[in-house]
């Protein structure tokens, strides 16, 4: 999937990373502030994501989660009860200390530097006086530490009964099958397998990933037969536009692959998520509530967390070959091309269907159920520099221009063949699949206590009061709401 593909590239590039996270953010101005304070969390979040050497794979996701169900709960009991002085500012002081203590728990290195000073920030524009900001560090820290307790990691797996079942298959490669890659080997080639645990993560709100595959994906969606007609349509279409020496190739065309195959210097859209968000906030409308905004992150990070369950649950169950492998190799309907190499590097992992777009689709799909399908042509604005792994090396990130939703799913697909690593069919199934769990996720909303670790019912109210007078004792409970 794309987070952990990049997350990989940035492992080899971290010494030219430059700290510096810029402060105040652009384009936000004309918001509400507490909307902004919501902004300005989420902007260094997505920032640090990209700037911390230590968050190869793993962690990263365990971050975007726990961030995410803190939004999440955030939401619910600003929307349902306070029974203290209830205000945009209570409530965007609540969002600020919860972040603080979600992102200081992740990111302790960064605390001095970048993460108090925001928070000293927010404090002095929302202009809270010392109860507001008392009440909003006892409810934020309370639900942060929850959250930050209750997260766990994937179950235990092992890579080497993996490997060995790789190895063995027969005959070995079988065509349309993923094989092990040989880490010894040269160039891009040289590449260990990764075996991504989010298969064996705890979905947020899905009750279960392998009935909503079966019930909601596996009737329409797989990836073709090897050798086949549908195939062979596959084959055509990526042979010439994937490869890294076909002349046609354009400038758009490397840049697009580069927005999703590699990795940026000063750029807070290293994952799915920051993109996601960028795509947000262009089309947020200035009038916009905390309460809204919050919701609609809290609806992405979700639908994308647990898109990636559904992702890998796909990708380690169906095996199927890279383009590499396959152009390499051959079939019984087409010669082999040793020389085929790929524009962009190739995930070391089975490919259908394609992680950016199922995570992409997933996330447009939560945004067109709430703005619309017609919002419009809009912008994203390009933020940081092409690193020496890119084919654009030295280029800035370009300027998106896309003419609606859609056309976000439409360029990733277009991204993921650009860069020689994903077939036509499994994009096309990977828009299909990402838009049905974004669809569920939509649709179940705030409707039961979701299965996973988030939310814990026992916080859905939250009734914080602030004593009358000094001596009183007015603790913050917890009540627990029946959902439907
Ligand atoms: C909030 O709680 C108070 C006291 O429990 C209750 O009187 C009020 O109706 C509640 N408001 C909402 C919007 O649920
Ligand atoms: C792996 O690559 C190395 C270096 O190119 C080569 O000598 C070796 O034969 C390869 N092993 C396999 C199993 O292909
Ligand atoms: C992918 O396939 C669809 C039809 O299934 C086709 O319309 C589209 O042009 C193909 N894309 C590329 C880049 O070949
Ligand atoms: C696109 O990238 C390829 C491979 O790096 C390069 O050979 C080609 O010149 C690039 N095309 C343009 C128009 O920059
Ligand atoms: C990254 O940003 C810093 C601070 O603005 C700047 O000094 C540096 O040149 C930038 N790096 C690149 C490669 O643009
Ligand atoms: C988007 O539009 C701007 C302004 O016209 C242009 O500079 C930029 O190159 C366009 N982006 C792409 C990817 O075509």
Known sequence: MGRFMEALVLASAISVIVLQFPSGVVGNSKREVGVSVVLEWTDLHDWLLCSDVRQVAGPGVEIVGALAGQIHLLDRFTSFNFTSRSSCTTESAVVAYASHRILSHYYPWAIDKFIDPLLNRHITTLKLSTSQSLLGQRIGEAVA???????????????????????????????????????????QDAMNFVLHNAALSNTFLLKDPLEFIKNHILGDVRPPKVPSPEFDRDWKALKDIGRIDWPGRTLIMNLTADFYGCQRVNSSTCSIDGKMHKVMKAILPPKATVAETVTLLAKLSVA????????????????????????????????????????????????????????????????????????????????????????????????????????VVHTAQLARMYAGAHWNSSVEAAAVAGRRVGEWIHEHWAQRTPTGVLPDSKYLKVVAKLPNKAGEWSPIRFESIQLK
């Open 304 to 407: 994308i967390f647990d898109t990636g369950v559904v992702l890998d649950t796909l990708q380690y169950g169906f095996w199927f070959w890279r383009p590499v492998m396959a152009f390499r190799s051959g079939d019984a309907q087409h010669a082999a091309i040793p020389s085929w190499t790929p524009y962009a590097f190739t995930p070391p992992h089975p490919e259908f269907p394609s992680g950016t777009v199922i995570n992409v689709a997933a996330a447009v799909r939560i945004l067109e159920l709430h703005f619309g399908d017609d919002v419009g042509a809009f912008s994203v604005p390009g933020s940081g520099v092409n690193l020496p792994s890119c084919g654009t090396a030295g280029l800035p990130e370009p300027t998106f221009n896309y003419t609606s939703l859609a056309d």
């Open 145 to 187: 530490d929850e959250v930050a307790s209750k997260r766990t990691t994937a179950k235990p797996f092992s890579l080497r009964a993996v490997k060995s079942t790789l190895t063995a298959a027969s005959p070995h490669p079988t065509p349309g099958l993923y094989r092990y890659l040989n880490a010894s080997a040269a160039g």
